[in-house]
């Protein structure tokens, strides 16, 4: 069972590091109007985004506490979602840009001692 939640922490905390220069990527995707490539990632970062949420929460119930912020987290999701189903990828690039990465870049990893 511990080695199962050292390798959570450690795929968290790695999801993490690549959570910035990923968003980049679809940032300037749609900058660059590859708006199908840029859905198909965005679908991928949300999808990362809920299992942050999904291991933050196994990991809380087994007193393995971090802050991060799940109400948020959501919110932005949800925030993500509303505009690509109008097809708004430029507003979904700002919310990425202005609001994903900053409260991203600010997210605590798991320390695995």
């Known amino acids: 069972m511990e080695e199962v939640i050292k390798e959570s922490m450690e795929s968290y905390n790695s999801y993490i590091d690549k959570l910035g220069p990923g968003t980049d990527i679809i940032i300037n995707q749609i900058y660059n109007e590859e708006y199908q490539v840029a859905k198909q990632n965005l679908i991928d970062l949300l ?3 809920m299992w ?3 291991v933050n929460d196994k990991l809380n119930q087994l007193n393995y506490v971090n802050s ?3 109400y948020k987290m959501n919110r932005l ?4 979602i509303e505009a ?4 708004d990828y ?5 919310i990425l840009q202005y609001e994903l990465k900053d409260f ?8 695995n001692n």
Do not use: F, Q, R
Not at 84 to 87: L, Q, T, Y
Not at 105 to 111: D, F, N, P, R, T
């Open 47 to 49: 999808e990362g985004l």
């Open 52 to 54: 942050l949420v999904e």
């Open 68 to 70: 991060l912020d799940t």
């Open 77 to 80: 999701s949800e925030e993500i």
């Open 84 to 87: 690509m189903g109008k097809n």
């Open 90 to 94: 430029n507003l979904c690039a700002d």
């Open 104 to 111: 991203t870049s600010s997210l605590i990893k798991y320390s």
